[in-house]
């Protein structure tokens, strides 16, 4: 099946605009349509309201992350078989669980610190435009644990901290902040893991690490509303 889709404005016939179908006979049929999209920017977000008791406005709660997107697709299109120059008007609702576009792979940034560090500032440039989770891998030293972590994200204020006594080498650490998880090698460790899973920000962010030497990773993956 081919398709060839363009932005309509009026309803008018365009005999040269027309999807091919194919089917599995092998008979082929053109279908001339135009279409357009519109409510683009109807986006769920998680955020509520709760009513202020005894005084006016109210409260907001909820992380203010996005939960969806809609978009209306509307079809105008002329049936060619039997009912030439015949419109129909269809309208879909399209419903985007995950409404972003990704990079093709992950950005990785590697960063060796070759002796114990305390408030060291290592920053980070996101160019998504919306803040991505990230994903923090810890690496120790053949002669130093990596058993106390402490990294705060300047911006916000959040910080998480890694406190394992098991974390020396050869086992790594990696705390996914995408799907919340916290793994020593192949084991489940989150009870080593307290404070919040942290984000970057669209554009320059700042942090704050405190930590034995080792190397860390932070790895994320950029993302774009569709």
């Known amino acids: 099946m081919a398709f060839k889709r363009v932005k309509y404005e009026e309803k008018n016939a365009y005999p040269d605009e027309y999807i091919t179908v194919i089917s599995a006979a092998g008979v082929e049929q053109r279908q001339y349509l135009r279409v357009a999209i519109s409510n683009i920017n109807d986006i769920k977000m998680r955020i509520k309201e709760a009513d202020k008791a005894y ?15 809609k978009m209306k697709l509307s079809c105008h299109k002329k049936w060619v078989k039997g009912f030439k120059w015949l419109w129909s008007d269809i309208d879909i609702t399209l419903m985007m669980t995950d409404p972003f576009v990704y990079a093709t792979a992950d950005t990785v940034v590697n960063i060796p610190f070759t002796e114990n560090q305390t408030d060291k500032v290592v920053s980070l440039y996101n160019d998504s435009a919306i803040d991505v989770p990230l994903i923090f891998d810890f690496i120790p030293m053949a002669d130093t644990p990596m058993d106390n972590v402490k990294i705060m994200h300047t911006d916000s204020g959040e910080q998480m901290q890694l406190t394992d006594s098991l974390l ?21 460790s989150i009870n080593t893991f307290s404070g919040v899973f942290l984000h970057a920000l669209p554009g320059r962010n700042e942090f704050k690490f405190t930590c034995p030497a080792g190397q860390v990773k932070i790895i994320y993956r950029a993302r774009w509303f569709i």
């Open 168 to 188: 020396s080498y050869p086992h790594k650490a990696r705390v996914d902040g995408n799907v919340g998880t916290v793994r020593r090698d192949n084991d489940n």
């Open 55 to 69: 005084a006016h406005g109210s409260y907001a709660y909820g992380d203010g992350k996005i939960e969806s997107r």
